[in-house]
């Protein structure tokens, strides 16, 4: 099998995240060797159902019985907010997780993250460059999910509709949608063909990704066909209208998870997420697998082929105020969550590590409740991912545009074609391009 792992590369500033109180730097004197034990302590968020951060603690402490990490859970939607007013505090964790890599920037600017370009990480790794502020590596990636196609087998049996093979076009993806609604309904059910949630990415990551776009160039027409293609299938009674899912706060767990959708696009974190709730009971019990993400034209598609996709990792970086005698410690964590053994730990929850080994693509499918065809195992591994972010302190004030746009468009308050005109104005006038 052929198996890519292309490196996401790129990250965006967020200006408006201000770090008050900062001092010192990413310039950390060289560490100083322990005299003993050493406890770290390691920011998180959602600890209770977000076991990845306990599961590399534990695993790195049984190999370093010296080294005590313990966990500093956040808040997750307000995570990037509270653990910058603890660093200005100066009392920050040691180890930080970069929950999203838009404010790496920020945070190297206000001198809060340490340089470990030293830390030594497999060739193989996917999202490096992420992390990477004019040369220099402010965090490693752990993980690094990518957007993939998940699908109902029982609800496309039901319809009497092939399952993806890995060829699908976003043209072949609207046909079998509009094929599993009347299908379903045949058949007496009431699930729809398709579900998009209602995230900018879920259009616009494809969309850049696909098409090579580039936020930064205020131009963004290349965007055009793909909502157009989305609002087909919500004019046409394929896909739950983008009002009706706001309005009732519908989640994109319980819609597949309910089986009121056959298919959906979705990031592969939702991977260990589903097999959680299918055990629990949150979700129904049937059958599904993942597919390689629909993509623009033909010339990316088919198992002979690497499939275009998008998503940006998640890291560890390390307090540059930490204390020296600590700093070895801290990096050897980065290593060891970077590499094969981390990889391992987190494959066998069904979480996506930044390294896919063979290896470790065979633990993540022994994980109890995991598809065990060929083709989610192909979806899985082999990718092309583009990074969501580009590297720019306007990338954020023009995301922020970008949303309104999606928001207008989904909603069906503009056309498509003056929503993308009136950001493209906004852009060249409240940010400016490159």
């Known amino acids: 099998m052929k198996r890519s792992f292309a490196a996401a590369a790129g990250i965006a500033v967020v200006a408006t995240l201000a770090l008050a109180g900062c001092s010192g730097g990413g310039d950390a004197a060289a560490p100083e060797e322990s005299s003993g034990p050493v406890t770290l302590s390691l920011s998180g968020w959602s600890l209770d159902t977000t076991p990845e951060f306990q599961k590399l603690a534990d695993a790195f402490h049984e190999e370093n ?10 808040d997750a939607t307000e995570y990037n907010t509270l653990i910058t007013a603890d660093l200005a505090a100066g009392s920050g964790p040691d180890i930080i997780t970069q929950k999203e890599v838009k404010f790496v920037p920020t945070f190297v600017n206000g001198g809060q993250l340490l340089d470990v370009s030293d ?15 004019d040369g220099t590596a402010y965090a490693v990636p752990y993980r690094n999910d990518s957007w993939v196609l998940y699908y ?16 699908w076009t976003w043209d072949d993806y609207s046909d079998a949608a509009a094929a599993l609604t009347e299908g379903i309904a045949g058949a007496g059910g009431t699930a729809k063909g398709a579900y998009l949630h209602n995230w900018q990415s879920t259009v616009q990551g494809f969309a850049n990704a696909q098409s090579d776009g ?12 793909f909502y157009d293609n989305v609002l087909a299938l919500q004019d046409d009674g394929d896909q739950l209208d983008y009002n009706t899912a706001k309005a009732n706060q519908v989640t994109y767990q319980g819609e597949f998870g309910k089986q009121n959708a056959a ?17 629990s009971g949150d979700a129904d019990d049937f059958e599904w697998g993942i597919a390689p993400i629909p993509q623009l034209d033909s010339k990316t598609t088919g198992l002979d082929n690497t499939p275009v996709t998008f998503g940006d990792p998640t890291g560890f970086g390390i307090n540059a105020a930490i204390d020296k005698s600590k700093v070895a410690a801290a990096k ?13 730990v987190l494959a066998g929850i069904g979480i996506t590590p ?14 109890d409740g995991a598809p065990s065809d060929d083709l989610s195992k192909f979806a899985y591994s082999t990718h092309e991912v583009h990074p969501e972010n580009p590297t720019s302190d306007k990338a954020a004030a023009i995301q922020g545009i970008l949303g309104d746009m999606h928001t207008a468009i989904m909603s069906g308050s503009k056309s498509v074609a003056d929503a993308i005109k009136e950001a493209q104005d906004r852009v060249a006038n409240e940010v400016g391009t490159d």
């Open 65 to 74: 019985p010296d080294v005590t990490i313990e966990l500093k859970g956040y």
């Open 119 to 133: 830390v030594e990480l497999p060739d193989d790794i996917s999202g490096a460059k992420s992390y990477e502020v």
């Open 152 to 167: 109902n087998k029982a609800l496309f049996d039901q319809a009497g509709v092939e399952y993806p093979d890995g060829s």
């Open 214 to 225: 580039d936020i930064l160039e205020g131009k963004y027409d290349y965007m055009e066909p």
């Open 263 to 279: 298919m959906m696009p979705m990031g592969t974190w939702f991977v260990a997420t589903l097999i959680a709730q299918q055990a």
């Open 332 to 344: 050897d964590f980065l290593a060891f969550a970077a590499g094969e053994k981390g990889a391992q």
């Open 354 to 367: 930044a390294l896919l080994t063979d290896d470790v693509v065979d633990t993540y499918f022994s994980v």
